[in-house]
């Protein structure tokens, strides 16, 4: 008799040569950590995973949101290969559905079973044929497609394929820094690196009391809403009030953002360091605000050696704010907590910001203790995608 599983297919993974077997664990430890006590077994082509019965419909919505996984396949599994037994699993699984039209795909990866591929799709089709009444073939476009799968040990069956997200598995390529605002950008930005395979941790810049504990409850949400694809999310909370109230009180108007931004990315990198990330990831898009043209990248982005990847910064706010609706940031971003760099905005910020006025500007201020000390009160959050959604009442 057969039982239900589901099985999975890597897509961009299985191109991965060598290291096709480090990805594949990093996924398997990935699915373990979503799904509570399922069996799952693997090769180097498929990943086998055999849910409880009544927990069958929510393991399949959870796989939905793992990175690394090209195909979900909802099938069935038996272990004796005898050709009458497989008839009469085909039957028993047909029956229940409803179709007119029909095709039987045959993979046979055990090249010792007694019939070839092309032969078995003939003894199982004549066979549905002579027992289910007004049915066809239909080769080109098949109401139901049977698909079988005649392995060394055990025959599949299946007849559907649900899409994965793709990308990496979380962690298999190391870990980042995203500079989470409560912005809509960079939760979009945080979720396009994690597809890549990239852990975050995200950090948050906050000026109290310029900025309330509701903004930082808005960044919380956004952060537990990425936790769901990067298993749980740590949440780095700087203190940014003295740092920026001193650029205000001493630096010209006009520069306000670009220095701000050189000390977001300084502490920003200090923090990446320390946990042994290896990329900074924000949401900057080229040309939005005057910090965002060319020469005010370059400008900010001269502190530091660590690269800096902009995973929108090519996109229209259109393009992103499509994606922040599908992965459901966008109601939270566009609620109306202030944030700490539109306090400070000054009226006419500089577009072509020129490095060495930075630099002797910042010669104004004792940045580095300053730095130092917000670095040293950070505090530290562990969001689960499961906790409980504080926003929720807001929206
Ligand atoms: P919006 O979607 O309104 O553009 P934003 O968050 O993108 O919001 P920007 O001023 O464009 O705001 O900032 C550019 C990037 O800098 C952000 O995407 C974010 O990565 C980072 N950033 C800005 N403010 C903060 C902050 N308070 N804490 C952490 N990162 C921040
Ligand atoms: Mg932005």
Redesign the pocket.
């Known amino acids: 008799m057969f039982k239900k599983i589901i099985f999975l297919k890597y897509g961009e993974l299985s191109t991965k040569k060598d290291n096709r077997n480090f990805f594949i664990k990093i996924l398997n430890n990935n699915i373990k950590k979503v799904l509570n006590n399922v069996e799952i077994n693997y090769d180097l082509g498929r990943m086998f995973i055999i849910p409880k019965e009544n927990e069958f419909n929510l393991v399949l919505d959870k796989l939905q949101n793992i990175f690394g996984i090209h195909e979900i396949i909802p099938a069935y599994i038996d272990n004796n290969m005898d050709i009458e037994n497989i008839k009469q699993d085909i039957l028993k699984l047909i029956s229940e559905k409803d179709f007119q039209t029909f095709k039987v795909e045959v993979k046979r990866s055990d090249k010792n079973y007694p019939f070839n591929s092309m032969e078995l799709r003939n003894i199982f089709g004549s066979f549905i044929l002579k027992n289910i009444d007004n049915i066809k073939v239909d080769v080109k476009n098949p109401e139901l497609l049977i698909n079988i799968e005649i392995r060394t040990k055990e025959v599949l069956f299946y007849f559907e394929s649900i899409k994965g997200k793709g990308g990496y598995p979380v962690s298999s390529l190391g870990k980042g820094v ?9 939760p979009v ?1 945080g979720y396009l690196a994690i597809k890549r395979g990239i852990k975050i941790e995200a ?4 000026s109290p009391p310029h900025t309330s504990e509701r903004a930082l409850e808005k960044v919380k949400s956004l952060a537990q809403k990425l936790a769901l694809y990067n298993n749980d999310i740590k949440l780095h909370i700087i203190n940014f009030t003295e740092i920026q109230e001193e650029i205000y009180k001493k630096i010209p108007h006009e520069y306000l953002i670009t220095i701000m ?1 050189r000390m ?1 990315y300084r502490i920003s990198a200090i923090l990446a360091s320390r946990i042994n990330a290896k990329v900074l990831i ?3 898009s080229i040309g ?2 005057a ?2 043209t060319l020469t005010s990248m370059s400008a900010i982005n001269e502190v530091i050696k660590i690269p800096v990847i902009r995973p929108v910064a090519c996109f229209d706010k259109l393009e992103i704010i499509e994606i922040a609706k599908k992965i459901d940031t966008y109601n939270i ?1 566009i609620l109306p907590y202030e ?3 539109t306090i400070f905005v000054p009226d006419h910020p500089v577009i072509n910001p020129v490095k060495q006025k930075c630099e002797e500007y910042e010669k104004l201020i004792n940045y580095e203790d300053m730095i130092y000390n917000a670095i040293k009160n950070k505090k530290t959050v562990t969001i689960n995608s499961e906790d409980e959604d504080e926003f929720k009442d807001l929206l």
Do not use: K, P, T
């Not at 989470?180 to 960079?186: A, C, K, V």
């Not at 950090?203 to 906050?206: D, N, V």
């Open positions: 995203l500079m989470l605002s409560g912005g809509i950008d960079s930005a950090i948050y810049f906050e931004r977001m924000n949401g900057e939005q605000v910090s965002q971003s944030d700490c760099c």
